[in-house]
């Protein structure tokens, strides 16, 4: 009966832990979306242009729903159906602009994967070293299968973009719920 169990046990977690082949395909998604952030910037302009280029790419790449529910978390219990999307679209239009301003048309960051891990099924977080301007960079990405590999979180130096929201926004729901968190969307995006 143990010796059935533990057999069981192990074809299970092999079954269902990572696999090379997913953790493969997570960097290759990666790559391709950095890869094509990478030509726009080389060939735009910058500002509001930069932005409207990328964002295709970005809404591509990176699973928008996923962040803004997780950066205001346990307050979005609170939001109609009709106030997460309008802050889904406002946080997406925030993180794009914000995004797109951390480049400088022209200049090209020495960009170096290194070894990814897959911290559950269908999840993979991807290591990179970045040297931009001079200044040397970790930045780790965290990406889920969603039926295609989607960015979840980011994080800048060890700190994690979807915590560092939460923060600002687990405040204001509790000073003024859903309609504080948009009012503040609306200010830093910009009104639609």
Same mark, same amino acid.
Request: aromatic letters at 8%; hydrophobic letters at 40%.
């Given at each position: 009966?143990?010796?059935s169990t533990i057999i069981f046990t192990a074809a299970?977690?092999?079954?269902?832990?990572?696999?090379?082949?997913?953790?493969?395909?997570?960097e290759k998604a990666l790559q391709k979306a950095v890869d094509q952030v990478l030509v726009v910037t080389q060939k735009s302009q910058g500002g509001s242009a930069m932005a409207s280029q990328l964002q295709p790419i970005l809404e591509r790449s990176v699973c928008f729903a996923s962040m803004t529910r997780r950066a205001v978390g346990p307050g979005w219990k609170q939001f109609t159906p009709a106030q997460q999307a309008e802050a889904t679209k406002l946080f997406t239009k925030?993180?794009?602009r914000t995004y797109s301003d951390k480049f400088t048309p022209g200049?090209?960051?020495q960009i170096k994967y290194l070894k990814a891990s897959a911290p559950g099924a269908g999840k993979a977080e991807i290591p990179t070293s970045i040297v931009y301007k001079g200044s040397r960079y970790t930045v780790t990405y965290r990406l889920e299968d969603r039926g295609q590999w989607l960015i979840t979180d980011i994080l800048a130096e060890g700190v994690s973009f979807v915590a560092n929201y939460r923060a600002q926004f687990d405040a204001l729901v509790k000073k003024g719920g859903p309609? =504080?968190?948009?009012?503040?969307?609306?200010?830093? =995006?910009?009104?639609t």
């Amino acid at each position: 009966m143990k010796r059935s169990t533990i057999i069981f046990t192990a074809a299970l977690a092999f079954l269902c832990g990572p696999s090379f082949g997913s953790t493969a395909d997570a960097e290759k998604a990666l790559q391709k979306a950095v890869d094509q952030v990478l030509v726009v910037t080389q060939k735009s302009q910058g500002g509001s242009a930069m932005a409207s280029q990328l964002q295709p790419i970005l809404e591509r790449s990176v699973c928008f729903a996923s962040m803004t529910r997780r950066a205001v978390g346990p307050g979005w219990k609170q939001f109609t159906p009709a106030q997460q999307a309008e802050a889904t679209k406002l946080f997406t239009k925030l993180i794009i602009r914000t995004y797109s301003d951390k480049f400088t048309p022209g200049e090209q960051p020495q960009i170096k994967y290194l070894k990814a891990s897959a911290p559950g099924a269908g999840k993979a977080e991807i290591p990179t070293s970045i040297v931009y301007k001079g200044s040397r960079y970790t930045v780790t990405y965290r990406l889920e299968d969603r039926g295609q590999w989607l960015i979840t979180d980011i994080l800048a130096e060890g700190v994690s973009f979807v915590a560092n929201y939460r923060a600002q926004f687990d405040a204001l729901v509790k000073k003024g719920g859903p309609l =504080a968190v948009l009012d503040s969307l609306k200010q830093s =995006a910009g009104s639609t």
